[in-house]
């Protein structure tokens, strides 16, 4: 029944029908599925793609703008693609002439910047917090701030930067660090959660292997792979411990 629908709606689109309508053509021939399966399958399944049919609707007329979007850039935008739009500045706001040479360069200072700055705190906030931090009033400020700044939205993180610099350097300054300033706000948190959650496992695996080696040396840490010492006088100290029953007492 969906194969019939499209094909009603391409029949109509075809023959010089608008596409609204088409597409409108497509979801009453579609409605009819449920109408059909009430009758053969029963309400069950009718009511299954019903809300199936509701669905896909849903998602095509939230992707129609998109794809409208896309459709406009793509069949303008490639006309006036060639080596100058790449290479020469924009000349004027309207009109023929110029390119995105500038908005490129900009972009890589900007983004390159951002990476500068957000990289080397990000990376060394993680690593203390895998390594170093041992649940601390530091590392917990750091989680705090680490998942506050997740959420903060772009157009928050842009007004910090440009009101940070008016705050240093006056009303109306125009510095393209700021963006980078912004961008970084966004990077920090990020970074820091893939790093920390890459290092867990490395950490792990490494302590399990530092306890392997040290349990087959013969020079083991007690805490670790060794069962508890009681002393001589203690009660628990008469009955002998399943794991050193088990295996010979190396430590």
Do not use: Q
């Amino acid at each position: 029944m969906l194969g019939v629908a499209v094909l009603v709606g391409a029949a109509l689109y075809f023959t010089g029908t608008n596409l609204v309508l088409a597409s409108l053509a497509v979801w009453v021939v579609s409605l009819a599925l449920p109408l059909w399966s009430a009758v053969v399958e029963g309400r069950r399944k009718a009511t299954d793609r019903l809300v199936t049919v509701l669905v896909t609707s849903a998602f095509v007329l939230a992707m129609f703008p998109l794809v409208s979007i896309l459709y406009t850039v793509i069949s303008k935008g490639t006309k006036v693609l060639s080596a100058e739009f790449f290479t020469y500045s924009m000349r004027n706001v309207v009109g023929e002439g110029g390119g995105i040479y500038h908005a490129l360069i900009g972009t890589l200072l900007i983004t390159g910047a951002a990476a500068v700055i957000s990289i080397p705190i990000g990376l060394f906030a993680a690593i203390y917090l895998v390594e170093y931090a041992d649940g601390n009033r530091l590392s917990r400020w750091i989680r705090f701030l680490v998942d506050v700044m997740t959420g903060i939205p772009s157009i928050v993180a842009g007004l910090f930067a440009y009101a940070l610099f008016v705050l240093f350097f006056g009303e109306g300054v125009r510095m393209g660090i700021g963006g980078s300033v912004a961008l970084s706000v966004l990077m920090i948190p990020v970074l820091v959660r893939s790093t920390e959650e890459m290092l867990k496992p490395s950490r792990t695996s490494c302590a399990r292997r530092r306890t392997r080696s040290a349990c087959r040396s013969g020079a083991p840490s007690p805490r670790s792979c060794c069962p508890p010492r009681w002393p001589a006088s203690s009660p628990v100290s008469r009955w002998p411990s399943p794991v050193s029953s088990a295996r010979p007492h190396r430590c």
